[in-house]
């Protein structure tokens, strides 16, 4: 095989940001190695797929990948897997999928260069799977961003949390915060390549906790929307336990500060939360969104529902349905409950029909849509100022994103054509359940 073949790889990722982040983590590794990313499977030596595993469907996306391709392997191509199922399955994944070479968790990113050589030198085993609890910096020293205009930053890795449903402690690991310094580093650096929107991401991002004991969480938000150049910074996701009213008072003080907070509720009902190892209830919950909602500028809220968690009554659901009307939220993410390896509720019983599932699921979707439906219809005539995200041809509309987060389509005069990434003040004139239409004002 020649060499320039050898050097291509292909990289699919499935999952969060934090998994969409760690992939521009790997692909700038890569290209500091000499490899080149291309855009199919057939045209790569090496084929890489990022993965998750929060709930059984992601999981199973990688195994059907991985025998769509698996013919190609007498081609010579090397198959990789990467993320939370690699972290998960560990070497399992080398008998279920035999022609795979490389199984790497998120925290060993950083040694890549050193499985590549192992990978090259015919080690059919290659492995980076254990060091989610001494690695602190997980940062990689090559990252190579999609986006010139906004860039995500992690902050902080892993979660200790352990909600009884979930997989993220075993797949990510501890807990564990960059300084402030490394992060407010990074920032600067981004906004002096032109970044001028940053996310910053963690499983649980609020959080955060300086190494240094320089800044909080709201504190280091204030400080990235003060670095010259900034205009957006938004993060995500905030747990409900470590959401303090101060990161309320900082996006109220700063205008650089987005005005949105995702802040997954998960249930209505606080046995079920209990049950859940959610550690708040339903009124802790209504408690922190009611600084929110009495902040001096409009905030956008959204949140995760998951229906059929075990034991789950009709009347508990019926909590969850109600929380949508008190929270009136502009976006719900609603899964149903799946049992997952590993965590404390697969010992329960999966008591629930997947078709009382559905059921509960489409209930929640159909209310959650007319509270959609109202929050959206009351923006029309606002002037709300987007960040250019692309063009619908066909409708002859540019997209853009609101500082809540919301997208926002417009119209231009003749002749007037944003530039991608840049900022345009549009007059709200019709809306949807999950988008608004507008023409630059
Ligand atoms: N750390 C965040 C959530 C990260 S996981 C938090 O605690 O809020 C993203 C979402 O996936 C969760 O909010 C939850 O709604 C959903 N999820 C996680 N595990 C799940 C499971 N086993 N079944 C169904 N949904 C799940
Ligand atoms: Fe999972 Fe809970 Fe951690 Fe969120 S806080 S990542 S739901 S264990
Ligand atoms: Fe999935 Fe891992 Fe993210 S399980 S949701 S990719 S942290």
Redesign the pocket.
């Known amino acids: 095989m020649s060499g320039q073949q050898e050097k291509t790889f292909y990289l699919e990722t499935f999952g969060c940001q934090m998994n969409v982040h760690d992939s521009e983590k790997v692909i700038g590794t890569l290209v500091h190695q000499g490899y080149r990313q291309v855009e199919t499977v057939e045209e790569a030596h090496l084929v890489l797929y990022n993965t998750c595993s929060i709930r059984d469907k992601a999981e199973q996306k990688v195994f059907h990948r991985l025998n769509d391709y698996k013919k190609l392997q007498a081609q010579g191509k090397k198959f990789g897997v990467l993320g939370c199922v690699a972290q998960q399955e560990g070497e399992k994944i080398f008998e279920k999928a035999p022609y795979v070479s490389l199984v790497a968790g998120s925290a060993s990113y950083r040694n890549l260069p050193a499985m590549l050589i192992q990978i090259g030198a015919g080690n059919k085993r290659v492995t980076g799977l254990d060091d989610r609890e001494t690695d602190l910096t997980f940062e990689t020293d090559f990252t190579a961003r999609t986006n010139p205009h906004r860039g995500y930053i992690t902050i902080i890795e892993g979660?200790?949390?352990?909600?009884a449903?979930?997989?993220?402690?075993y797949t990510?690991g501890k807990e564990r915060s960059r300084t402030s310094d490394s992060v407010l580093a990074e920032a600067r650096q981004m906004a002096d390549l032109g970044y001028t929107e940053i996310q910053l991401l963690g499983?649980?991002v609020n959080a955060f906790a300086d190494p240094l004991g320089k800044k909080t969480f709201a504190e280091l938000l204030y400080a990235i929307g003060e670095i010259p150049g900034t205009r957006r910074v938004r993060f995500t996701?905030s747990?409900p336990r470590h959401f303090s009213k101060d990161i309320v008072d900082a996006i109220v003080a700063s205008p650089r500060l987005c005005d949105h907070i995702h802040l997954?509720v998960?249930s209505g009902s606080s046995r079920v939360l209990k049950a859940m190892n959610?550690e708040y209830t339903r009124e802790m919950y209504l408690e922190k969104i009611a600084w929110i909602r009495s902040a001096a500028k409009e905030i956008s809220l959204t949140t995760d529902m998951i229906v059929g968690f075990p034991g789950e009554t009709e009347a508990e659901f019926e909590e969850t349905v109600t929380l949508l009307h008190e929270g009136q939220f502009d976006g719900v993410f609603t899964f149903k409950y799946s049992p997952r390896p590993n965590t404390p509720a697969l010992s329960m019983i999966d008591s629930i029909a997947d078709a009382e599932k559905s059921k509960r699921l489409q209930i929640l979707q159909e209310r959650q849509r007319e509270v959609q439906r109202a929050n959206y219809e009351k923006r029309v005539g606002q002037i709300l100022e987007v960040m250019v995200e692309g063009k619908n041809e066909a409708r002859g509309q540019i997209i853009g994103r609101t500082s809540q987060n919301i997208t926002l389509n417009f119209t231009v005069p003749e002749n007037v054509t944003p530039a991608m990434g840049s900022y345009v003040n549009v007059l709200v004139t019709r809306s949807f359940p999950n988008s608004l239409v507008g023409e630059m004002a």
């Open positions: 979660c200790d949390k352990f909600c449903y979930c997989v993220v402690p990510r499983q649980n996701t747990h997954p998960q959610r």
